[in-house]
Protein backbone atom coordinates (compact mmCIF):
# COMPACT_ATOMS: atom_id res chain seq x y z
CA UNK A 1 0.00 0.00 0.00
CA UNK A 2 0.92 3.41 -0.77
CA UNK A 3 0.08 6.34 1.67
CA UNK A 4 0.89 9.97 1.47
CA UNK A 5 1.49 11.57 4.89
CA UNK A 6 0.82 15.06 4.83
CA UNK A 7 2.87 16.71 7.93
CA UNK A 8 0.51 19.92 8.91
CA UNK A 9 1.63 20.42 12.64
CA UNK A 10 3.55 23.67 11.73
CA UNK A 11 2.70 27.16 13.55
CA UNK A 12 3.58 29.27 10.77
CA UNK A 13 4.98 31.84 12.83
CA UNK A 14 7.27 33.46 10.25
CA UNK A 15 4.00 34.05 8.44
CA UNK A 16 2.81 36.37 10.79
CA UNK A 17 -0.82 35.22 10.58
CA UNK A 18 -3.15 34.45 13.17
CA UNK A 19 -3.74 30.85 12.42
CA UNK A 20 -1.32 28.28 10.88
CA UNK A 21 -0.26 28.84 7.05
CA UNK A 22 -1.55 25.38 6.20
CA UNK A 23 -4.91 27.25 6.94
CA UNK A 24 -4.66 30.17 5.34
CA UNK A 25 -6.72 30.77 1.55
CA UNK A 26 -5.50 31.29 -1.82
CA UNK A 27 -8.12 32.17 -3.89
CA UNK A 28 -10.90 30.73 -1.85
CA UNK A 29 -8.73 27.07 -1.16
CA UNK A 30 -6.64 26.35 1.89
CA UNK A 31 -2.85 25.75 1.38
CA UNK A 32 -4.00 21.96 2.76
CA UNK A 33 -6.45 21.36 0.29
CA UNK A 34 -4.35 22.03 -2.36
CA UNK A 35 -1.41 19.68 -1.04
CA UNK A 36 -4.56 17.23 -0.28
CA UNK A 37 -5.71 17.09 -3.84
CA UNK A 38 -2.54 17.20 -5.15
CA UNK A 39 -1.40 13.27 -3.63
CA UNK A 40 -5.39 12.59 -3.97
CA UNK A 41 -5.00 12.82 -7.96
CA UNK A 42 -2.09 10.53 -8.04
CA UNK A 43 -3.28 7.08 -9.34
CA UNK A 44 -0.56 5.38 -7.36
CA UNK A 45 -1.33 6.76 -4.16
CA UNK A 46 -3.93 4.51 -1.87
CA UNK A 47 -4.75 6.50 0.92
CA UNK A 48 -3.93 9.72 2.82
CA UNK A 49 -2.89 10.11 6.78
CA UNK A 50 -2.95 13.93 7.77
CA UNK A 51 -1.18 14.58 10.98
CA UNK A 52 -2.02 17.93 12.50
CA UNK A 53 -1.57 20.08 15.29
CA UNK A 54 -3.96 18.80 17.93
CA UNK A 55 -5.82 21.86 18.27
CA UNK A 56 -7.03 22.01 14.73
CA UNK A 57 -7.52 18.20 13.80
CA UNK A 58 -11.27 19.39 14.17
CA UNK A 59 -10.59 21.83 11.32
CA UNK A 60 -9.08 19.40 9.03
CA UNK A 61 -11.96 16.87 9.94
CA UNK A 62 -14.67 20.09 8.65
CA UNK A 63 -12.58 20.20 5.36
CA UNK A 64 -12.18 16.57 4.56
CA UNK A 65 -15.97 16.03 5.59
CA UNK A 66 -17.49 19.42 3.55
CA UNK A 67 -15.55 18.11 0.55
CA UNK A 68 -16.91 14.61 0.34
CA UNK A 69 -20.67 15.93 1.55
CA UNK A 70 -20.45 18.29 -2.08
CA UNK A 71 -18.77 15.84 -4.51
CA UNK A 72 -20.70 12.18 -3.48
CA UNK A 73 -19.62 10.40 -6.45
CA UNK A 74 -16.31 10.12 -5.83
CA UNK A 75 -14.37 13.27 -4.25
CA UNK A 76 -10.89 13.09 -4.14
CA UNK A 77 -10.74 13.53 -0.42
CA UNK A 78 -12.25 10.42 -0.18
CA UNK A 79 -8.65 9.00 -0.09
CA UNK A 80 -7.91 10.72 3.55
CA UNK A 81 -8.18 7.81 5.74
CA UNK A 82 -6.91 8.97 9.11
CA UNK A 83 -6.78 12.54 10.53
CA UNK A 84 -4.00 12.37 13.17
CA UNK A 85 -2.97 14.67 16.46
CA UNK A 86 0.95 15.45 16.15
CA UNK A 87 3.27 16.34 19.06
CA UNK A 88 5.46 19.13 20.09
CA UNK A 89 8.20 18.29 17.25
CA UNK A 90 8.36 17.53 14.05
CA UNK A 91 9.22 14.02 14.54
CA UNK A 92 6.76 13.73 16.88
CA UNK A 93 3.95 13.98 13.53
CA UNK A 94 6.19 11.49 11.89
CA UNK A 95 6.18 8.90 14.08
CA UNK A 96 2.32 9.61 14.74
CA UNK A 97 2.05 8.14 10.91
CA UNK A 98 4.51 5.15 11.31
CA UNK A 99 2.66 4.13 14.14
CA UNK A 100 -0.40 3.75 12.58
CA UNK A 101 0.48 1.62 10.18
CA UNK A 102 1.10 -1.93 10.83
CA UNK A 103 2.72 -3.47 7.42
CA UNK A 104 6.35 -2.54 7.24
CA UNK A 105 5.87 -2.92 3.57
CA UNK A 106 3.32 -0.07 3.60
CA UNK A 107 5.32 2.81 1.08
CA UNK A 108 5.09 6.02 3.22
CA UNK A 109 5.81 9.35 1.48
CA UNK A 110 6.45 11.82 3.90
CA UNK A 111 5.30 15.16 2.78
CA UNK A 112 5.20 19.09 4.48
CA UNK A 113 1.28 19.81 3.75
CA UNK A 114 2.63 23.50 3.09
CA UNK A 115 4.56 22.51 -0.35
CA UNK A 116 1.35 22.13 -2.39
CA UNK A 117 3.15 22.39 -5.46
CA UNK A 118 4.92 19.14 -5.50
CA UNK A 119 4.33 17.52 -8.91
CA UNK A 120 3.03 14.25 -10.04
CA UNK A 121 6.68 13.53 -11.48
CA UNK A 122 8.08 14.01 -8.12
CA UNK A 123 4.97 11.74 -6.31
CA UNK A 124 5.59 8.80 -9.26
CA UNK A 125 9.38 9.19 -9.04
CA UNK A 126 9.43 9.09 -5.14
CA UNK A 127 6.89 6.00 -5.57
CA UNK A 128 8.68 4.07 -8.73
CA UNK A 129 12.31 4.50 -6.38
CA UNK A 130 10.66 2.49 -3.45
CA UNK A 131 10.40 -0.26 -5.60
CA UNK A 132 14.15 -0.69 -5.06
CA UNK A 133 15.33 0.95 -2.37
CA UNK A 134 13.98 1.46 1.25
CA UNK A 135 14.60 5.26 1.77
CA UNK A 136 13.83 8.22 -0.83
CA UNK A 137 15.03 11.84 -0.69
CA UNK A 138 13.28 14.50 -3.20
CA UNK A 139 16.43 17.55 -3.89
CA UNK A 140 17.48 20.24 -6.31
CA UNK A 141 20.73 21.74 -7.16
CA UNK A 142 21.59 24.38 -4.95
CA UNK A 143 22.32 27.71 -7.29
CA UNK A 144 24.60 30.15 -4.31
CA UNK A 145 27.83 29.07 -3.29
CA UNK A 146 27.62 27.75 0.50
CA UNK A 147 29.65 28.28 3.14
CA UNK A 148 30.56 26.73 6.68
CA UNK A 149 31.81 28.77 9.46
CA UNK A 150 33.45 28.94 12.50
CA UNK A 151 31.71 29.55 15.46
CA UNK A 152 33.39 32.86 15.76
CA UNK A 153 31.41 33.71 12.31
CA UNK A 154 34.87 32.77 9.61
CA UNK A 155 34.65 31.02 6.85
CA UNK A 156 36.11 27.47 7.71
CA UNK A 157 35.42 25.60 4.53
CA UNK A 158 33.45 26.31 0.77
CA UNK A 159 32.02 22.89 -0.30
CA UNK A 160 31.83 22.28 -3.88
CA UNK A 161 28.25 23.29 -5.19
CA UNK A 162 28.02 20.28 -7.72
CA UNK A 163 27.73 17.74 -4.86
CA UNK A 164 25.03 20.08 -2.97
CA UNK A 165 21.50 19.68 -2.86
CA UNK A 166 18.36 21.17 -1.17
CA UNK A 167 16.24 18.92 0.14
CA UNK A 168 12.44 18.97 -0.68
CA UNK A 169 9.96 16.57 0.33
CA UNK A 170 8.23 13.89 -0.01
CA UNK A 171 10.46 11.62 1.96
CA UNK A 172 9.88 8.31 0.76
CA UNK A 173 10.29 5.15 3.12
CA UNK A 174 9.94 1.46 3.40
CA UNK A 175 7.54 1.76 6.76
CA UNK A 176 9.86 -1.24 8.54
CA UNK A 177 13.37 0.95 7.57
CA UNK A 178 11.62 4.13 9.04
CA UNK A 179 10.13 2.46 12.04
CA UNK A 180 13.91 1.01 12.48
CA UNK A 181 15.52 4.65 12.12
CA UNK A 182 13.51 6.14 14.80
CA UNK A 183 13.75 2.88 17.42
CA UNK A 184 17.53 3.63 17.21
CA UNK A 185 17.41 7.53 17.02
CA UNK A 186 14.46 7.53 20.16
CA UNK A 187 17.67 5.71 22.60
CA UNK A 188 19.79 8.08 21.42
CA UNK A 189 19.66 10.96 24.36
CA UNK A 190 21.46 13.37 21.54
CA UNK A 191 18.87 12.99 18.98
CA UNK A 192 17.81 15.93 17.10
CA UNK A 193 16.59 15.60 13.68
CA UNK A 194 15.19 18.24 11.32
CA UNK A 195 14.07 15.37 8.51
CA UNK A 196 13.25 11.81 8.36
CA UNK A 197 16.06 10.97 5.68
CA UNK A 198 18.17 12.26 8.11
CA UNK A 199 17.35 9.82 10.66
CA UNK A 200 17.72 6.86 8.44
CA UNK A 201 20.97 8.36 7.32
CA UNK A 202 22.29 8.32 10.96
CA UNK A 203 21.03 5.41 12.39
CA UNK A 204 20.59 3.23 9.53
CA UNK A 205 24.02 3.99 8.10
CA UNK A 206 24.09 1.10 5.70
CA UNK A 207 20.97 1.62 3.92
CA UNK A 208 21.23 3.79 0.72
CA UNK A 209 19.28 6.85 0.30
CA UNK A 210 18.00 7.19 -3.26
CA UNK A 211 17.79 11.03 -4.42
CA UNK A 212 15.49 11.79 -7.17
CA UNK A 213 15.35 15.01 -8.67
CA UNK A 214 12.74 18.26 -7.15
CA UNK A 215 11.22 21.17 -8.88
CA UNK A 216 11.89 24.48 -7.96
CA UNK A 217 8.49 25.37 -7.69
CA UNK A 218 8.29 22.61 -5.09
CA UNK A 219 8.80 24.95 -2.22
CA UNK A 220 7.39 25.22 1.31
CA UNK A 221 4.98 28.32 1.97
CA UNK A 222 6.75 29.92 4.73
CA UNK A 223 6.29 33.76 3.96
CA UNK A 224 3.51 36.05 2.53
CA UNK A 225 5.21 36.53 -0.68
CA UNK A 226 5.37 33.08 -1.24
CA UNK A 227 1.53 32.93 -1.56
CA UNK A 228 1.55 34.52 -4.65
CA UNK A 229 3.11 30.83 -6.57
CA UNK A 230 -0.23 30.03 -5.40
CA UNK A 231 -2.53 32.74 -7.03
CA UNK A 232 -0.69 32.74 -10.65
Do not use: W
Not at 21 to 31: A, C, P, R, S, Y
Amino acid sequence: MIVAVLLAGGSGSRMGANKPKQFLEVNGKTILEYTIEAFADNKNVDEICIVSKADFVHDVEQIVERHCKENKDGSLYSKVKRILPGGKERYDSSLAAINAYQDDNTKLLLHDAVRPLVTQRIIDDCIQALDEYNAVDVAIPCTDTIIQVTEHGTICQTPSRSTLRNVQTPQGFRRGTIRLAYEKALKDPSFQTTDDCGVVFKYLPETPIKVIDGDVRNIKITYPNDLLLLQN
